[in-house]
C-alpha cells in the first residue's frame, strides 16, 4: 500500500496470510509488524473473531497490545474485533526518542490506512486517551466515534499531592526532566517486572482497584502485559510519560467528531477535576461519572463503555 509521501506502508507477512491464534482460555488473535513510511516498526495485533466490527484501541500506559480484560465473555458478547498496537519504545515497537503525542496518532493512522480501515470507532483508556483526542484531531476522517475512559490529563499541583505514591513522585520528577524521570522509572521497572508486580507497586491504590489487581486471572494478564511492554527499557516509558507531562501537541478543540468521556469520582490515577478541564475544550462531548470505582474500572464496566460507543459509530 502506497502512502501519501509515496513510500510504500507494508504489513508482515502474518496479515496476508491471516495466522489466526488462540489464547489458553480461547481468545482468537493475529500478530503482525507495520513498517511505518519512516522506516520504525509498530507491532500490532488484532483481538477476537475477524467477522466482528472492527474498533481501535488504544491502551494505557504503560501497556502492550497483549493487554485484555480477564473475562473472555464480554468481548465476544460486544461482537467487537480490536485492533491493537505498541506505541514507540514498547513491546515491538521501535522507539522514537523525543516523541510527541501527536506522533504517535499518526502512527495509528498509517496502521488504520495499512489495513484498509477507512473509519473506525476508537477508544483510549488512561495514557491512551490523549492518544485517540489526537487521532481524531488530526486524522478526523479515520475515526467514526471515539470514547476516553479515565483520561490522563496535566495536572495542578494539588492534584499531584492526591496521586498514588508512584505517580506522585513520577509526576514531580517529570518536572526536572527527561533525565530524572527515566532514573526513577528503571526502578519502577524492575518492581513491576519482579513478583511484586502492578499490584505491589500500586498498592496505595483505591479499594476497588486493589480488588481488581487481586484477581489471579488479571495477575496473569498484567504479568504478561508488562514483560512485554518494558521489554525494550524504561526509555519508550519515560519518552511517553514527558510527552503527555508537556504541554499538548495538539488542540482538543480541534476534535469534531463525538466523544463520550468516562471517569471516576475516586480515580487517584488521573483525577476527575483534572479531566473535566480538557471535557471543557472538547466541541461535542458526554461525561459520565461512575462513583468510588477507581482507576481500573473500564474492567467491570467495559460492555457498556463498548456497546454505547459502537452505538455512536456511524
Same mark, same amino acid.
Given at each position: 500500500?502506497?502512502?501519501?509521501?509515496?513510500?510504500? *506502508?507494508?504489513?508482515?507477512?502474518?496479515?496476508?496470510?491471516?495466522?489466526?491464534?488462540?489464547?489458553?482460555?480461547?481468545?482468537?488473535?493475529?500478530?503482525?509488524?507495520?513498517?511505518?513510511?519512516?522506516?520504525?516498526?509498530? *507491532?500490532? %495485533?488484532?483481538?477476537?473473531?475477524?467477522?466482528?466490527?472492527?474498533?481501535?484501541?488504544?491502551?494505557?500506559?504503560?501497556?502492550?497490545?497483549?493487554?485484555?480484560?480477564?473475562?473472555?465473555?464480554?468481548?465476544?458478547?460486544?461482537?467487537?474485533?480490536?485492533?491493537?498496537?505498541?506505541?514507540?519504545?514498547?513491546?515491538?515497537?521501535?522507539?522514537?526518542?523525543?516523541?510527541?503525542?501527536?506522533?504517535?496518532?499518526?502512527?495509528?493512522?498509517?496502521?488504520?490506512?495499512? #489495513?484498509?480501515?477507512?473509519?473506525?470507532?476508537?477508544?483510549?483508556?488512561?495514557?491512551?486517551?490523549? #492518544?485517540?483526542? *489526537? !487521532?481524531?484531531? %488530526?486524522?478526523?476522517?479515520?475515526?467514526?466515534?471515539?470514547?476516553?475512559?479515565?483520561?490522563?490529563?496535566? !495536572?495542578?499541583?494539588?492534584?499531584?499531592?492526591?496521586?498514588?505514591?508512584?505517580?506522585?513522585?513520577?509526576? /514531580?520528577? *517529570? /518536572?526536572?526532566?527527561?533525565?530524572?524521570?527515566?532514573?526513577? !522509572?528503571?526502578?519502577?521497572?524492575?518492581?513491576?517486572?519482579?513478583?511484586?508486580?502492578?499490584?505491589?507497586?500500586?498498592?496505595?491504590?483505591?479499594?476497588?482497584?486493589?480488588?481488581?489487581?487481586?484477581?489471579?486471572?488479571?495477575?496473569?494478564?498484567?504479568?504478561?502485559?508488562?514483560? /512485554?511492554?518494558?521489554?525494550?527499557?524504561?526509555?519508550?516509558?519515560?519518552?511517553?510519560?514527558?510527552?503527555?507531562?508537556?504541554?499538548?501537541?495538539?488542540?482538543?478543540?480541534?476534535?469534531?467528531?463525538?466523544?463520550?468521556?468516562?471517569?471516576?469520582?475516586?480515580?487517584?490515577?488521573?483525577?476527575?477535576?483534572?479531566?473535566?478541564?480538557?471535557?471543557?475544550?472538547?466541541?461535542?462531548?458526554?461525561?459520565?461519572?461512575?462513583?468510588?470505582?477507581? #482507576?481500573?474500572?473500564?474492567?467491570? #464496566?467495559?460492555?457498556?463503555? !463498548?456497546?454505547?460507543?459502537?452505538?455512536?459509530?456511524?
Amino acid at each position: 500500500m502506497k502512502s501519501k509521501g509515496g513510500r510504500s *506502508a507494508s504489513l508482515s507477512g502474518s496479515a496476508r496470510k491471516r495466522q489466526l491464534q488462540k489464547t489458553a482460555d480461547g481468545r482468537v488473535y493475529e500478530d503482525g509488524v507495520l513498517e511505518l513510511r519512516d522506516g520504525r516498526e509498530m *507491532a500490532w %495485533r488484532w483481538w477476537g473473531d475477524p467477522a466482528g466490527t472492527p474498533l481501535l484501541r488504544i491502551q494505557g500506559t504503560p501497556s502492550s497490545r497483549l493487554q485484555y480484560n480477564p473475562n473472555p465473555n464480554v468481548q465476544r458478547e460486544v461482537g467487537a474485533r480490536y485492533l491493537m498496537a505498541d506505541r514507540p519504545g514498547y513491546g515491538g515497537s521501535t522507539r522514537k526518542q523525543g516523541r510527541g503525542i501527536a506522533d504517535v496518532a499518526d502512527d495509528y493512522a498509517e496502521l488504520l490506512e495499512a #489495513h484498509g480501515l477507512d473509519r473506525v470507532p476508537a477508544t483510549g483508556t488512561s495514557g491512551g486517551g490523549p #492518544h485517540v483526542l *489526537a !487521532l481524531a484531531a %488530526r486524522h478526523p476522517d479515520r475515526v467514526s466515534a471515539i470514547t476516553v475512559v479515565v483520561g490522563g490529563t496535566n !495536572l495542578e499541583p494539588q492534584e499531584v499531592k492526591n496521586l498514588i505514591g508512584v505517580n506522585a513522585k513520577g509526576y /514531580e520528577l *517529570a /518536572e526536572q526532566g527527561w533525565q530524572p524521570l527515566y532514573e526513577f !522509572l528503571v526502578e519502577v521497572r524492575t518492581r513491576l517486572l519482579s513478583d511484586e508486580g502492578m499490584q505491589g507497586v500500586l498498592n496505595d491504590a483505591p479499594a476497588p482497584d486493589r480488588a481488581i489487581m487481586a484477581d489471579p486471572a488479571w495477575q496473569t494478564m498484567s504479568r504478561s502485559n508488562i514483560a /512485554e511492554t518494558l521489554k525494550q527499557g524504561a526509555e519508550g516509558w519515560t519518552d511517553e510519560s514527558f510527552a503527555m507531562h508537556q504541554r499538548w501537541d495538539f488542540d482538543p478543540r480541534d476534535v469534531k467528531t463525538s466523544v463520550t468521556w468516562w471517569h471516576d469520582d475516586d480515580d487517584m490515577n488521573a483525577p476527575l477535576s483534572a479531566a473535566r478541564r480538557v471535557v471543557a475544550q472538547l466541541p461535542r462531548v458526554d461525561l459520565r461519572v461512575w462513583h468510588d470505582e477507581g #482507576h481500573f474500572v473500564s474492567v467491570t #464496566h467495559e460492555k457498556e463503555i !463498548l456497546e454505547e460507543l459502537l452505538g455512536r459509530a456511524t
